[in-house]
């Protein structure tokens, strides 16, 4: 059975970081592209970061403009997970953060694309 569950979640004040977890099971984790997507109250879902699944041993990473030099995704095949590293957060950085399985191996941020979502994990960023 497929499964993603995200943790990492919390608050944070300006300036600060956090590291968010997706673990994934129940599909061929190595061969799949993951995405990183969020949701503020009141605004539409918005695709942060991709990283692919193996194309001749890379991996490649995508992110938003809007997180472009403060996050970073990476990827541990030994353990089917998936990392986000938040650093300098600002307050427009709050929302539920989800992450998704692409059905493909190289990266998309169209959620029409996904096959599988977590349940989310909430990030709040507010001194």
């Known amino acids: 059975q497929l499964q993603l569950v995200e943790s990492g979640g919390g608050l944070v004040q300006p300036g600060g970081s956090l590291r968010l977890s997706c673990a994934a099971s129940?599909?061929?984790?190595?061969?799949?592209?993951i995405t990183w997507f969020r949701q503020a109250p009141g605004k539409e879902r918005e695709g942060v970061s991709c990283?692919?699944?193996?194309?001749?041993?890379?991996?490649?990473?995508e992110y938003a403009d809007s997180v472009k030099g403060r996050f970073a995704i990476s990827r541990d095949n030994a353990k089917n997970t998936v990392a986000l590293q938040m650093n300098s957060l600002k307050p427009e950085d709050t929302g539920v953060y989800y992450c998704?399985?692409?059905?493909?191996?190289?990266?998309?941020?169209?959620?029409?694309?996904?096959?599988?979502w977590g349940q989310g994990t909430l990030v709040t960023v507010s001194s």
């Open positions: 998704a399985v692409v059905g493909r191996r190289t990266c998309s941020t169209y959620g029409d694309d996904m096959t599988y």
């Open positions: 129940g599909f061929t984790f190595q061969n799949s592209a």
């Open positions: 990283i692919s699944g193996a194309v001749d041993s890379t991996y490649y990473a």
